[in-house]
C-alpha cells in the first residue's frame, strides 16, 4: 500500500466512526425524546412503534417483542427508516467524500445483504463522483479511482482528472506542475501545451533565479528550445560580469573555454593576461612568474616580468651568499642589473676580483672586469681572454 492508498484508506476509517458517533447521538436524542414506553401487548406496541418510525422504536419493540408475529415486518421498517436516516446524514456532506462513504458504510456494514444493499452500493459510487467532479481537483478524482479501479465512472474521471490536472498547472503557472502532469499523462490531450508551457514557465523562473547553475540547467534541457539563443546570450552575459567580478586568470580561462566564439573574447583575452601579470606581482615568485612567461611567450608584460624574474634569482643568491649561487647568477644574466652588488665584485680587492672573474670565465665577465679595473696588472690578461671568449662566440653563431 503506497502512501496515497494509505492516506485514502485512514481517512475512510475516520468517516466510518465519524458517521458511527453521529448515529449514535441521533438515537440517544430520539430515545430522550420519546415518552411512551413500549406495551407488553405486541399488538398495541406494534401500531406505537409504526407510528413513531423510528430506528428506536423499532430497536425498542425488537428488545421486547422479538419472537412475535410483526417482528419481521419491524425488522424490514427498521432497516428501511435506517438506510433513509444514513442516506440524510450522506446528502448533508455535500463535500467531504468519505464523510459520505461513512454514512453508507454504516448502513452496509450492518446490512450487507439488505434490501437497500445494491441500490447503497450505487448510491456510494455515484456520491463519490459526484463529489469529486465538484471538488474537481486531481486528489479528488483520484480518490474515486482508489476506491474504485473497475467503476462505473472511471473513464470520465480519467478524462476530468487529465484535465484537472492540466488546469491546475495552467492556474499555478510552475513549470513543476506541468512536470507533474506530463509524468502522469505523457500522450495525454494536452501534452503538448503543457511541453511548450513547461519550457515558457521553467524559462521564467530561470531568468528570475538568474544564476548561471539554473542557466546551464536550463540549456541541458532544452539545448534547442525556443529560448535556447535567448538563454546562451543571458548566461555569456551572466558569465563575463562574473568573471569580471572575480578578476581571476582562472575565471577569465574558464569563460573563453565556454565561450569561445563570444563578442567578449578579444576584451577577456586582453584582461586574463593582466590578471595573471597582476598575480605575478603580487605574489613575487619565480614559480607565477614563470607562469606568465610560459603563457605569454611575446606578452605585452614580459619586459617587467622578466626583470622581475632576475630580480628573484638574485635575491635568491644574495641570501645564499655562496660562490656558486653568484655565479648561477651570473651565468644566467651576465650583463645582470645587479652584477656591482655581488660582493665579490665590488666589495673585495681587485686581486679577489680578478679570481671571482676566472672562475666565471666568461666573455661579459672579462669586459666588466677591464671596464671595473682600467689600469690593472690583469688588463692583458684579460683582453686576451676575452677575445679568445668572443672568437668562441662568434664560432658558434657561424
Known amino acids: 500500500m503506497n502512501d496515497q492508498e494509505t492516506n485514502h484508506h485512514h481517512k475512510h476509517q475516520k468517516a466510518l466512526i465519524w458517521a458511527s458517533l453521529i448515529l449514535i447521538c441521533y438515537l440517544l436524542i430520539s430515545g430522550c425524546s420519546s415518552s411512551s414506553s413500549i406495551s407488553s401487548d405486541p399488538v398495541e406496541a406494534y401500531k406505537k412503534a ?11 419493540f425488537l428488545e421486547i417483542h422479538p419472537e412475535s408475529t410483526q417482528a419481521k415486518e419491524i425488522q424490514t421498517l427498521r432497516e428501511k427508516v435506517y438506510y433513509q436516516l444514513m442516506k440524510k446524514n450522506a446528502s448533508n456532506q455535500s463535500t467531504d467524500i468519505f464523510s459520505q462513504a461513512g454514512f453508507i458504510d454504516a448502513y452496509l456494514d450492518t446490512h450487507p445483504n ?3 444493499t445494491a441500490e447503497a452500493k ?34 470520465e474521471v480519467n478524462r476530468l482528472r487529465e484535465k484537472a490536472y492540466f488546469e491546475k498547472a495552467l492556474g499555478a503557472g510552475q513549470s513543476k506542475l506541468f512536470s507533474k502532469y506530463l509524468i502522469e499523462f505523457p500522450s495525454g490531450k494536452y501534452s503538448t501545451e503543457a511541453r511548450r508551457l513547461r519550457e515558457k514557465t521553467l524559462y521564467a523562473e530561470t531568468k528570475k533565479e538568474n544564476s548561471l547553475e539554473v542557466f546551464e540547467r536550463f540549456l541541458m534541457e532544452y539545448p534547442a528550445g525556443g529560448y535556447s539563443v535567448e538563454a546562451r546570450r543571458f548566461l555569456e552575459e551572466h558569465a563575463y560580469n562574473e568573471a569580471q567580478k572575480a578578476n581571476s586568470f582562472t575565471k577569465f580561462q574558464s569563460f573563453l573555454v565556454r565561450f569561445p566564439q ?12 593582466d590578471a595573471l601579470y597582476n598575480q605575478a606581482k603580487q605574489e613575487n615568485s619565480l614559480a607565477a612568474c614563470e607562469r606568465y612567461s610560459r603563457e605569454y611567450p611575446a606578452g605585452k608584460y614580459r619586459e617587467t616580468i622578466d626583470e622581475l624574474i632576475e630580480t628573484i634569482k638574485f635575491r635568491k643568491a644574495r641570501k645564499l651568499n655562496t660562490f656558486s649561487a653568484y655565479r648561477d647568477y651570473l651565468d644566467e644574466y651576465p650583463e645582470g642589473r645587479y652584477i656591482n652588488q655581488i660582493p665579490m665584485m665590488s666589495g673585495s680587492s681587485e686581486t679577489q676580483v680578478w679570481e671571482f672573474t676566472r672562475e666565471i670565465d666568461n666573455f661579459f665577465q672579462y669586459n666588466w672586469f677591464i671596464t671595473r679595473f682600467p689600469n690593472s696588472k690583469f688588463r692583458k690578461e684579460a683582453e686576451s681572454l676575452r677575445a679568445s671568449k668572443k672568437q668562441s662566440i662568434k664560432q658558434l653563431r657561424d
Do not use: C, I, M
Not at 409504526?50 to 425498542?60: G, I, R, S, W
Not at 563570444?262 to 593576461?273: A, C, F, I, M
Open 50 to 60: 409504526k407510528e413513531a418510525n423510528t430506528v428506536q422504536a423499532f430497536d425498542e
Open 114 to 116: 439488505g434490501v437497500y
Open 122 to 155: 450505487r448510491l456510494r459510487q455515484k456520491n463519490w463522483f459526484e463529489t469529486a467532479r465538484k471538488t474537481n481537483t486531481p486528489e479528488a478524482y483520484q480518490s474515486y479511482l482508489s476506491e474504485y479501479p473497475k467503476g462505473v465512472y472511471v473513464a
Open 262 to 273: 563570444s563578442q567578449y573574447v578579444s576584451h577577456v583575452k586582453q584582461l586574463k593576461e
